[in-house]
């Protein structure tokens, strides 16, 4: 397979390499993954994340075993495996879905190398159509909020919600970032500020529970995030968090947009509660843990509920700032989204 690179991805004599993203800031780490239980074992420590990376990551690994010479059966379960290592992003499933359709051709070892190449073309294209649309609803001068992590670490581009900060920061609108922690894996602090500061925009951390007090003094402008599943009505899963936001927003009457790819859509899914929500461990939020080492504040044993998602219900959405263009709340009401994302 030909070589490839992206912010966290990097395909080298027919090897993959995955960016620790557990590591960063402090470390910057490449790791190798050379099997379907080193990837899962990746994704479920979060060391490789964001909904379209870990579609792709599945898809090259999956192209990468064939040409090494795993059968179509091994192959089989090798998709099965990757499909349940993480149920609430869509991506995963919709590019599995088409290196399963590759799989079944007669030429099926270049077949899937060609596909799995193909979506990472398509994935920086995507997040490029997304930048643009985006950054055409960023006011001149606009103090944004985001939530989680958005980028290139995410994606094989720019981003989705990030994208669309770099986009409208290359435009010279963006006057400040400011940048949720986002609990409980610190992704926003440890990830988000890496990357904003490694592009040149300027932000300002804060804990997640700042955000209302810096909504009420009118110190945020628009609130920008991304999706890890959009339902076929329009609400969308994303990082825990997410709705608390979008209910503030909605409250201070701040627009509030979602940024992703088409397929971030699930039009199987009817609406938010039928979204599969992943629970973490317990020792995610008991304490912290990283390249650092690691600390436990709370008492031994402590009990806690950990989701990594929620959901925020179309309602209180301003805009779903796609690849295709952008869709408004009264676009949805007439039912045109189901349309434009079948």
């Given at each position: 397979m030909q070589a490839l690179n992206t912010t966290s991805l990097s395909l080298q004599d027919s090897r993959l390499q995955i960016l620790d993203q557990q590591a960063l800031p402090q470390e910057k780490c490449?790791?190798?993954c050379d099997s379907v239980d080193e990837l899962v074992g990746h994704i479920r420590a979060l060391r490789v994340r964001g909904a379209p990376l870990i579609g792709l990551s599945a898809s090259l690994l999956l192209a990468l075993l064939a040409e090494r010479g795993l059968s179509q059966a091994?192959?089989?379960?090798?998709l099965q495996t990757l499909s349940a290592s993480r149920p609430t992003a869509v991506n995963l499933m919709n590019n599995l879905d088409r290196m399963k359709q590759a799989l079944a051709q007669p030429d099926w070892v270049s077949t899937m190398t060609e596909e799995a190449l193909r979506l990472v073309e398509e994935d920086r294209t995507l997040c490029d159509r997304i930048a643009d649309n985006g950054?055409?609803?960023v006011k001149p001068g606009s103090r944004l909020l985001t939530h989680c992590n958005t980028g290139g670490l995410a994606t094989a581009g720019v981003g989705t919600a990030i994208g669309v900060l770099l986009r409208a920061h290359q435009q010279g609108k963006i006057a400040q970032v400011w940048v949720d922690e986002t609990r409980p894996?610190?992704?926003g602090g440890r990830l988000t500020a890496w990357e904003l500061g490694e592009l040149g925009i300027p932000y300002r951390l804060i804990c997640d529970s700042m955000a209302a007090s810096l909504m009420a003094t009118g110190?945020?402008?628009?609130?920008?995030?991304?999706?890890d599943r959009i339902a076929a009505n329009g609400d969308v899963a994303n990082k825990i968090g997410t709705y608390s936001l979008a209910v503030l927003a909605h409250y201070h009457r701040i627009p509030f947009y979602v940024a992703a790819p088409h397929t971030t859509h699930d039009p199987h899914c009817p609406n938010g509660a039928a979204i599969p929500i992943e629970q973490r461990a317990a020792e995610e939020i008991t304490g912290v843990s990283g390249s650092f080492g690691?600390?436990?504040?709370?008492p031994l044993n402590a009990p806690t509920y950990n989701p990594a998602f929620d959901v925020t219900p179309a309602a209180?959405?301003?805009?779903?700032?796609?690849?295709?263009?952008v869709i408004t709340p009264e676009q949805v009401a007439d039912g045109i989204f189901q349309r434009a994302l079948a």
């Amino acid at each position: 397979m030909q070589a490839l690179n992206t912010t966290s991805l990097s395909l080298q004599d027919s090897r993959l390499q995955i960016l620790d993203q557990q590591a960063l800031p402090q470390e910057k780490c490449w790791l190798p993954c050379d099997s379907v239980d080193e990837l899962v074992g990746h994704i479920r420590a979060l060391r490789v994340r964001g909904a379209p990376l870990i579609g792709l990551s599945a898809s090259l690994l999956l192209a990468l075993l064939a040409e090494r010479g795993l059968s179509q059966a091994e192959l089989e379960q090798a998709l099965q495996t990757l499909s349940a290592s993480r149920p609430t992003a869509v991506n995963l499933m919709n590019n599995l879905d088409r290196m399963k359709q590759a799989l079944a051709q007669p030429d099926w070892v270049s077949t899937m190398t060609e596909e799995a190449l193909r979506l990472v073309e398509e994935d920086r294209t995507l997040c490029d159509r997304i930048a643009d649309n985006g950054a055409e609803w960023v006011k001149p001068g606009s103090r944004l909020l985001t939530h989680c992590n958005t980028g290139g670490l995410a994606t094989a581009g720019v981003g989705t919600a990030i994208g669309v900060l770099l986009r409208a920061h290359q435009q010279g609108k963006i006057a400040q970032v400011w940048v949720d922690e986002t609990r409980p894996l610190l992704q926003g602090g440890r990830l988000t500020a890496w990357e904003l500061g490694e592009l040149g925009i300027p932000y300002r951390l804060i804990c997640d529970s700042m955000a209302a007090s810096l909504m009420a003094t009118g110190q945020v402008d628009a609130v920008w995030v991304g999706a890890d599943r959009i339902a076929a009505n329009g609400d969308v899963a994303n990082k825990i968090g997410t709705y608390s936001l979008a209910v503030l927003a909605h409250y201070h009457r701040i627009p509030f947009y979602v940024a992703a790819p088409h397929t971030t859509h699930d039009p199987h899914c009817p609406n938010g509660a039928a979204i599969p929500i992943e629970q973490r461990a317990a020792e995610e939020i008991t304490g912290v843990s990283g390249s650092f080492g690691s600390c436990q504040w709370a008492p031994l044993n402590a009990p806690t509920y950990n989701p990594a998602f929620d959901v925020t219900p179309a309602a209180l959405i301003s805009g779903w700032v796609l690849d295709s263009g952008v869709i408004t709340p009264e676009q949805v009401a007439d039912g045109i989204f189901q349309r434009a994302l079948a």
